[in-house]
């Protein structure tokens, strides 16, 4: 998302478009080109959280550049951006964005979310899928095709994601992508850089350096 002017955005080899906004799964290599005096913020979504539900129903639509909302989205985060907003204060926006209600519930299924929390609670260690297959009391190949259906990705690109996202997390206080990337599991940084961009189609070089992150609890526990 642009907080300026527009930027040049492409997935694959596709044509390059023009846009404020888009919506990109998780995997799906693209690449951006912009002014580098142009804000862009990025809003990295978890794949079990009722955020990433809402943003399926309606991510179609910002291909479009009449989106409706359009305005209301960037002026979100742009207050976020000009006024150093807490975490909390970040969570409320979005959930406000995304028309979230209290008690509002995704429909991601109770194993996928437990199966989350392990990953999320030790991103270093190399799960066997017989073995959280058995903690949730499912066969290995039900599992798979649990976690395909409510999150979008194959279980490997659903692992590298917590990964990712716990090196992304420990680099603020570290301020080391070596040391963040192996601490997260990878086995050394050109292995991270590698998964990295795999998701965001950029270097994390080129975006943690003059990146704020802010934290935003949207899973449902």
């Not at 290599?29 to 809402?54: D, L, M, Q």
């Amino acid at each position: 998302m642009s907080l300026g002017e527009a930027f040049k955005y492409r997935e694959g080899n596709g044509p390059w478009i023009d846009s404020y906004i888009t919506c990109t799964p998780a995997g799906i290599f693209h690449e951006v080109r912009t002014n580098p005096s142009n804000i862009i913020a990025k809003y990295w979504v978890e794949g079990e959280s009722k955020h990433n539900f809402c943003l399926t129903q309606f991510s179609s639509m910002f291909e479009h550049s009449n989106y409706p909302n359009q305005k209301s989205i960037i002026s979100t985060f742009n207050k976020i951006y000009e006024n150093s907003c807490t975490s909390n204060e970040v969570k409320t926006a979005m959930d406000g964005l995304f028309n979230q209600q209290d008690g509002t519930r995704s429909k991601i299924d109770q194993r996928v979310l437990h199966l989350s929390r392990l990953l999320r609670n030790d991103p270093d260690y190399n799960f066997s899928i017989a073995h959280l297959a058995s903690a949730v009391d499912l066969s290995p190949s039900r599992l798979l095709h649990l976690i395909k259906q409510d999150t979008g990705v194959a279980y490997r690109r659903f692992r590298m994601w917590h990964r990712v996202r716990y090196a992304l997390s420990i680099y603020g206080m570290q301020n080391s992508i070596t040391h963040s990337s192996i601490e997260a599991g990878f086995n050394d940084s050109a292995h991270f850089t590698r998964c990295f961009s795999s998701f965001y189609g950029a270097t994390p070089s080129s975006v943690l350096k003059s990146l704020e992150i802010y934290e935003v609890n949207s899973i449902n526990n």
